[in-house]
């Protein structure tokens, strides 16, 4: 065990509910419940002599008789507990004085207040979960969409962890056999072992790409799709998001420009997440801040994962939608004609050079044409990008770093093996990609990196 001592937290949100967790992990985690811990006839419980995996009823108390709160206590005994170590759960009622006497009075028998995720540390320490485990952890608790929930908890059954090994083993079984042979080079022979080399470093070349060209898909799943709404002024962009949104997020006005900022909201549509960015209307104008913001719709646009151009059905079209269409015309899209209520002096016709975006009749004062738009989005990204399989969908930005520098490794080898250099050249290479891959399941991490990770989770977790 890498902890000596014992801690407590909260694991349970701060705001007031019907039930809060208090978690205990430690050596002494029964010994000092037990100490304050009673049973329905006010007799003191002894823990440590209870079953693993059970649960208690009784009362916190600071003395006999002295009654705090109605209590549930579970009971798991390491090594199979979150932590590896004996774990005490108390469940009491809910608000703050409540748990903050339980956990002043396990403080005062001997506890100390957990570090923020610190009971996760523990079981990366303890060896029961590894590092991209203990990452997942966190974008669970984060996770805004079902498929980003999917995703975290496929993680967190060790998912990435099985690939990483998987890898690890062809590079290590070459390191061995290299090192072997050069060791020993009257009883080993590195003959046709160029040919090996070669074709598993395309096989690692092509499982590391494979991995990073998921990796934006990981981006999709867990920040959302960046999704621009961009048009020129007055053809129903603000109208559009406090239609998709059920509420009146954004200003509408008659006035031209009055967008002249980005305005981002996230919505869930099916299982994906999207982020909704209303923009300035794009327009020829000597209004200095009108013209930051139609800066401002310009990079939206460049960022953008899908483009939704808006068209106003009841004008003629004019140079400005034009030149919309044109700024928008290599993403990904879809051209919405609003204001389908009013008369139409738009048809779809008219946009010929733009056949590849469908087209979609809406009316953001009405709804029509809403759930077609929904159902449309959600069913592109759901199968053609983010479609929830046996993929591994890498979202951790360090895991992804640490992915590009092992690629790089892999490819210097790769380069060597083509240049026919010498064989003892490859274990600088393979040695390289070995170890890096090692630091995304936290074999070969440093502690301060493992702090900083940890820092950031929430406390009692």
Known sequence: MFYQDTAAAIATSSKDGSISVIRVSGD???EIVSSIFFDKHMNPVTLSQCRTHTIRYGYICEKENDIIDEVLVLIMKGPKSYTAEDVIEIQCHGGYMICQMILELLVRRGARI????EFTKRAF??????????????ELIQAKSDIAVKNSMSQLRGKIKKKIEELRKVILEDLSFLEAALDDPEHITLDNFSETIRRHTQQLKEELE???DNSQNGRLIKEGIRTAIVGKPNVGKSSFLNCILRDDRAIVTDIPGTTRDTLEEEI??????FRFIDTAGIRETEDVLENLGIDKTKKAIESADFVICLIDMSR???????YVLEQAKNHPGIILCNKSDLPARVTMEQLPEYENKKVISFCARTGEGLEQFEEYIHTLFLSDKIRYNDEIYITNARQKA???????????????????MPEDLYSIDLMNAYETLGKMIGETVEDDIVDKIFKDFCMGK
């Open 28 to 30: 002494r985690s029964c």
């Open 114 to 117: 957990a570090d923020p995720g």
């Open 125 to 138: 320490l303890n060896g029961r979960i590894d590092l991209s485990q203990a990452e997942s952890v966190m």
């Open 210 to 212: 494979h991995l990073l």
């Open 268 to 273: 869930k549509i099916g299982s994906t997440l």
């Open 316 to 322: 003629e079209l004019e140079e400005e939608d034009f």
């Open 402 to 420: 640490l992915l590009i520098e092992a690629l790089e490794s892999i490819r210097q080898l790769w380069n060597s093996v083509e240049a026919g």
